[in-house]
């Protein structure tokens, strides 16, 4: 038996140390999530992209009651500019309130990878919680032994 040792280096930093990007990428993913449409769960997320071309781009969860109809704010975020993302900004609020660091599920991994790939390009994620954000150098880092379009070749 041999044994893998998977690592991810992630960069926590308190709120007030973001530069002015990630700052602003904070703060336009928690106003996305006070946009959300979420009458069922009531957890509201809210994501924001930095484009190449230096534009902010906000999606949130949408949900329906025929479940599973609805659509993570990740997804709508990322599918809308359909270019390349420089960074994915993801945040949740809970009865009006900022919760805690939240990542993304399965299925927007499995998407924020596939839009690294389809561009060339590592996404850095923002997770946003309360007091602390963590950076994460890239979606990948995010699914280890990723199933991917090489995969089907």
Same mark, same amino acid.
């Given at each position: 038996?041999?044994?893998?040792?998977?690592?991810?280096?992630? &960069?926590?930093?308190?709120? *007030?140390? /973001?530069? +002015?990007?990630?700052?602003?990428?904070?703060? &336009?993913?928690?106003?996305?999530?006070?946009?959300?449409?979420?009458?069922?769960?009531?957890?509201?997320? #809210?994501?924001?992209? /930095?484009?190449?071309? *230096?534009?902010?781009?906000?999606?949130? +969860?949408?949900? +329906?009651? &025929?479940?599973?109809? *609805?659509?993570?704010?990740?997804? !709508? !975020?990322?599918?809308?500019? =359909?270019?390349?993302?420089?960074?994915?900004?993801?945040?949740?609020?809970? =009865? #009006?309130?900022?919760?805690?660091?939240? !990542?993304?599920? #399965?299925?927007?991994?499995?998407?924020?990878?596939? !839009?690294?790939?389809?561009?060339?390009?590592?996404?850095?994620? @923002? @997770?946003? #919680?309360?007091?602390?954000?963590? /950076?994460?150098?890239? &979606?990948?880092? @995010?699914?280890?032994?990723?199933?991917?379009?090489?995969? /089907?070749?």
């Amino acid at each position: 038996m041999k044994e893998l040792k998977l690592e991810t280096r992630v &960069a926590v930093y308190a709120v *007030g140390e /973001l530069d +002015n990007i990630y700052r602003q990428l904070y703060e &336009a993913a928690f106003e996305a999530s006070k946009k959300a449409y979420a009458p069922y769960s009531k957890f509201h997320v #809210g994501a924001a992209v /930095l484009l190449e071309n *230096g534009e902010i781009l906000s999606g949130n +969860n949408q949900e +329906n009651a &025929a479940y599973p109809s *609805g659509l993570c704010a990740e997804r !709508t !975020t990322l599918f809308y500019p =359909d270019a390349a993302v420089q960074i994915l900004a993801i945040a949740a609020m809970k =009865d #009006g309130e900022r919760v805690d660091l939240i !990542t993304p599920c #399965g299925a927007c991994r499995q998407v924020m990878l596939e !839009t690294e790939q389809r561009y060339n390009k590592p996404m850095k994620v @923002l @997770l946003c #919680g309360k007091e602390e954000a963590y /950076l994460v150098p890239s &979606a990948t880092a @995010l699914l280890p032994f990723c199933f991917s379009k090489s995969d /089907l070749i």
